[in-house]
């Protein structure tokens, strides 16, 4: 199941770029970049290092709407 | 990071180990074909001697390459960093758990290493391996690319 981030808005709002997100969490920009574009979901590890990167929860980030209907 | 700098190294012995065994297999199929201890035709030998030393040199190669490529790496930190996200970052091990993983490496591996021994005992059989082992990896290829765009 994807699902919808608010990574691109958190970015925005620490001016971040998707290369300085990447190399903080670990993962390539191709994988922030799916993420974003809701073609890849991430796992729970990859979701808790954005979220803490963030300085959030993983529901602060991530949007489990569709989880909840299903 | 100081464990992958040991991978990386081991991965440069390994790498060359197998360069040194490339390019002797090479020497020692010249020298064995130069020096005529095969009783075929001519024609056979030829073929056969420049397909499995052409083979070998691939091999070797693209192994010096990869030398290179982890020599650089070792000499700065964030290159090192890089290649560790780059070969751990989660969305690539999952595309390649879908094309089939190690599996599918050391079956490709194993069909090439059969098509240089079956090229001694039949040619065709051989030609017959490195079709099956080239169509498999064109098949990597192409999938590669659709779970790229897909994921």
């Not at chain 1, 670990?26 to 073609?39: A, D, N, P, W």
């Not at chain 1, 979220?51 to 529901?59: D, R, S, V």
């Not at chain 2, 079709?131 to 098949?139: D, E, G, Q, R, V």
Request: net charge positive; with cysteine.
């Amino acid at each position: 199941m994807l699902m919808n981030t608010r990574i691109p808005a958190l970015r925005k709002q620490r001016k971040l770029s998707q290369e300085e997100l990447a190399l903080a969490v670990g993962v390539t920009r191709q994988t922030i970049t799916s993420l974003e574009c809701g073609k890849y979901t991430a796992s729970l590890v990859l979701a808790y290092k954005i979220a803490k990167y963030f300085e959030l929860t993983i529901e602060d980030v991530f949007d489990f709407s569709d989880v909840e209907d299903a | 990071m100081d464990n992958y700098r040991n991978v990386v190294k081991r991965r440069i012995w390994i790498y060359s180990a197998l360069v040194i065994c490339a390019v002797v297999a090479v020497v020692a199929l010249s020298i064995w074909s130069s020096v005529g201890l095969r009783n075929e035709e001519a024609h056979l030998e030829s073929f056969d001697h420049g397909m499995v030393v052409g083979l070998f040199a691939g091999l070797a190669a693209v192994m010096v390459v990869r030398i290179l490529k982890y020599r650089q790496v070792l000499r700065d930190e964030g290159k090192l960093k890089a290649l560790h996200i780059q070969e751990n970052d989660e969305r690539r091990l999952m595309i390649n758990s879908k094309i089939g993983g190690a599996g599918y490496n050391i079956a490709l591996g194993t069909i090439l290493m059969a098509a240089i021994i079956a090229t001694f005992i039949d040619e065709r059989v051989g030609i017959t391996l490195i079709a099956a082992a080239t169509f498999m990896a064109l098949l990597k290829a192409g999938l590669k690319i659709y779970y790229n765009k897909k994921y």
